[in-house]
């Protein structure tokens, strides 16, 4: 049977038995996630799409196959605890990638069953921001410079992060001042979607 025949027999199923909350996540026009200690237990259509997936082939899986790399999968883990246990909301942008590992801007948005700790239960939304954002190729330690200039460390705190000279910190800036055509960090950031640098995330972001 044709898939969208499938589809239309299942929309159809729905409202004659009053099921709108499956109808409504898995036909919604964002990309919807539902995870479990950072593994996807179920994802509506609009997420699969997204990243180049069926829902079927993301079920089960480590969130770690959409990042860049896996050391951004577990540099990004742990920004943005601390609000979900205070106000159970969250929020940032940041670089995914797609199964055929292009990379692209995507807005988050978090929502923890479990506050006490935040990623044991939790649902998301997605959305692309590639038409209003297009993604600018960077290194990895560009994406490392730039997520903690993000965070608010200073060039010289950077560098101990790193385990890097003050000048090379220094250095990446400059270049990622001119990669974007800008003369400052606030300047970046605009450059980056015009929001506060607390929900840049492109490196040490979570999910």
Known sequence: MAWG???????????????FAELAFNFAPVGLVVTESRVIRDCNIAFADMF??????????????????????????DRGIKQLRETNRYWDERIM????????????RGHSFTPNQPLA?????????SAERPYFPLTRREREILSYVS???????????????????????????RKFGVNNTSG?????????????VSSSGKS
């Open 97 to 108: 990638a797609r199964k055929d590992g292009t990379l692209f801007w995507c807005r988050v």
């Open 5 to 19: 025949k499938i589809v239309e027999i299942r929309i159809d199923d729905c409202y004659e038995t009053g099921r």
């Open 188 to 200: 970046l950031f605009q450059s980056l979607g015009g929001i506060d640098g607390d929900h840049v």
């Open 151 to 177: 965070d608010g460390l200073t060039s010289k705190e950077i560098a101990l992060q790193l385990d890097i000279s003050y000048r090379t910190v220094e250095v990446y800036r400059a270049k990622l001042l």
């Open 52 to 77: 180049g997936f069926r829902p079927d082939e993301l079920r089960g899986q480590i969130f770690a196959i959409l990042y860049p790399s896996d050391e951004e999968f577990v540099n990004i883990r």
């Open 121 to 129: 239960r939790a649902v998301w939304s997605f959305a692309d921001l």
